[in-house]
């Protein structure tokens, strides 16, 4: 990796620099778009202490599931915890500290986080748990609570598509949280599932620019689980 080149041939150098007790944020929605390369890998690094901030923990055994299997997370910030029993398990016994946070203002502090916002109002919590110790005001008849904003030594997102100086296109749904993840790592690396020249892409279609991103690694084997496979029985007769 050199000058505006960015890809890395290996997942031990996409996560150079990666240590314990790092704050790290982790793209995906349930386990659509997670970056499940250099999930494994900080699995296999063995890093602990971690402050992980996500939509959700993945599920036993697969995704942000892993992490939890080597109690590699200390905090967990997110705003979905519902399929994943190890989860319930640590946030019980007080061996993990889970941080709930509503989802919507979830990706708002790591929106504002990205855009070099310390802080915004909302109103949404105002009144309940989520507000505890928080600075509320009451502005033109109502009432919001003070949410600071979230940035991360380390922002790992998954992407479609990437040229070799950092641009990004996301597949559908699989963008979730991955761009405004891009903008508020300091290192950002992203694990794609493929790498073009610059001006390949279109730039009219590019979703994160290679500014925000230091590391681009091409991934392989992708799983791509489905968290909740549900079918139709068959009304066809035998």
């Not at 250099?38 to 697969?62: H, P």
């Not at 009144?127 to 922002?155: C, H, M, W």
């Not at 496979?229 to 035998?238: D, G, L, M, N």
């Amino acid at each position: 990796m050199s000058g505006f080149d960015k890809v890395v041939d290996s997942y031990e150098k996409a996560l150079e620099g990666f240590t314990d007790n790092m704050t790290v944020m982790v793209g995906g929605f349930g386990l659509c778009g997670i970056p499940e390369g250099l999930i494994e890998q900080v699995y296999k690094m063995g890093c602990s202490g971690l402050t992980a901030i996500s939509n959700n923990a993945g599920v036993d055994g697969f995704g942000l599931g892993k992490w939890l299997e080597k109690r590699q997370i200390s905090t967990m910030i997110g705003s979905y915890v519902g399929e994943n029993e190890l989860f319930e398990k640590l946030l019980l016994s007080g061996e993990m500290e889970v941080i709930l946070t509503p989802q919507g203002t979830l990706a708002e502090k790591i929106r504002a986080g990205g855009a070099g916002i310390p802080a915004f109002f909302t109103a949404t919590g105002f009144g309940t748990q989520v507000a505890e110790g928080k600075e509320t005001r009451n502005i033109d008849g109502r009432d919001y609570v003070l949410e600071p904003s979230l940035t991360a030594d380390f922002a790992l997102i998954k992407a479609w598509k990437a040229d070799t100086m950092g641009n990004l296109i996301f597949n559908k749904t699989a963008m979730n949280f991955n761009p405004m993840m891009a903008t508020a790592g300091k290192i950002t690396v992203a694990e794609v599932e493929e790498i073009v020249e610059p001006g390949e892409l279109d730039p009219n279609y590019i979703h994160t620019p290679g500014i925000y991103v230091q590391r681009v690694i091409k991934g392989n084997n992708f799983e791509k689980r489905i968290e909740q496979r549900t079918v139709r029985p068959s009304t066809k007769e035998a």
